[in-house]
Structure formats: structure tokens, C-alpha cells
């Protein structure tokens, strides 16, 4: 025996909204899936929370390849269609740099360790990869800038050894 339908209106009570927003979510994002593997569809989900906490699915290695190939539909749609509205092609590209924007912000979120939970492992070790490969270059940066320092100390006191004097102090 299955469920009645559910009244479509908002829920008063907030856990009540948060709870069924988690758990619609993870069914919607389910779905998305299922149609992408079952169908061979490129899918790309984008949800936002009410307050305004980006989540997001896409069955390619990146939602920008995606969001990439919709841009570029787009635009040819608006070349077929009448090529003169750029008032569209502004829309376009408003959407294109938020979206890149949104993206970005969760990106930094991620590296600063927030916002982790709707990563999936694929995600989660990609991260960690990016993560390593920066601190290996800070590492190697961090290395250089002290080599230069040390080389740098090494010539100033070359430098007072034959012979500089400085007050009182003679360095032999």
C-alpha cells in the first residue's frame, strides 16, 4: 500500500522544510543518477537551499563540462533563432560567470575543509590530491625562499670576514 499524495505547499515547521528538503534532495539526486546511467544522459543538477547552500550532481568528471556543452547549445539556439537579442546572450553569460562563481566559492569552501558532506569518495580523493600537490609546491617554494635567505646571510658574513668593520668590532 503505497502513499497518498502530498498537499504541494510549503511546510511551516523549519527541521519539518529542512528534513524534507535532505531528504527530497538525496532522492532527486538519486534520480539524476538513474537516468544518467541507465539512459547514457549527461545530467547536471543544481539546488540551492533557502539559504542559499549550493548543492549539486553531475554524471560527468565536472559540472563545468556540462555546463559547458548547455552553454553551447544555447548559443547556437540563439544563433538559429534571432541572432540580434543580445540582451539573451547577456543573460547567457550572467548565468555562465555565476555559475562559475558558485562553483569557485564551493571549491575554497572545500579547501578550507567546509562543506565537505555531499562529497562522494571520486570527489573527496580528488580533493585530497589537489591538496597534496599544493602543499608540495608551498613546500618547494618555502625551501627556495629559505635557500636564498641563507644564501644571502652566507654573503653578508663572507662579506665581513675580510675585513669590514663596523664600530668597535673587527671580523676576521
Request: charged share 30%.
Amino acid at each position: 500500500m503505497g502513499r497518498g499524495r502530498v498537499q504541494l505547499k510549503q511546510i511551516e515547521n523549519k527541521i519539518s522544510r529542512q528534513v524534507t528538503f535532505s531528504k527530497r534532495r538525496t532522492g532527486l539526486r538519486k534520480k539524476a543518477n538513474e537516468i544518467s546511467v541507465l539512459c547514457d544522459a549527461q545530467v547536471a543538477l543544481i539546488v540551492f537551499n533557502a539559504k542559499g547552500k549550493l548543492f549539486e550532481y553531475s554524471s560527468e568528471s565536472s559540472m563545468e563540462n556540462v555546463l559547458e556543452r548547455y552553454e553551447r547549445h544555447a548559443h547556437i539556439g540563439q544563433l538559429v533563432g534571432d541572432g540580434d537579442d543580445s540582451q539573451g546572450n547577456w543573460s547567457l553569460q550572467c548565468f555562465k560567470l555565476t555559475g562559475k562563481v558558485e562553483v569557485l566559492e564551493r571549491n575554497l569552501r572545500n579547501f578550507v575543509g567546509q562543506d565537505l558532506d555531499p562529497l562522494n569518495l571520486r570527489e573527496l580523493q580528488s580533493l585530497e590530491h589537489q591538496l597534496d600537490t599544493a602543499i608540495k609546491r608551498i613546500r618547494t617554494r618555502q625551501n627556495q625562499v629559505m635557500n636564498e635567505s641563507i644564501s644571502d646571510l652566507q654573503k653578508k658574513v663572507t662579506g665581513w670576514g675580510r675585513g669590514f668593520t663596523t664600530g668597535y668590532w673587527r671580523v676576521h
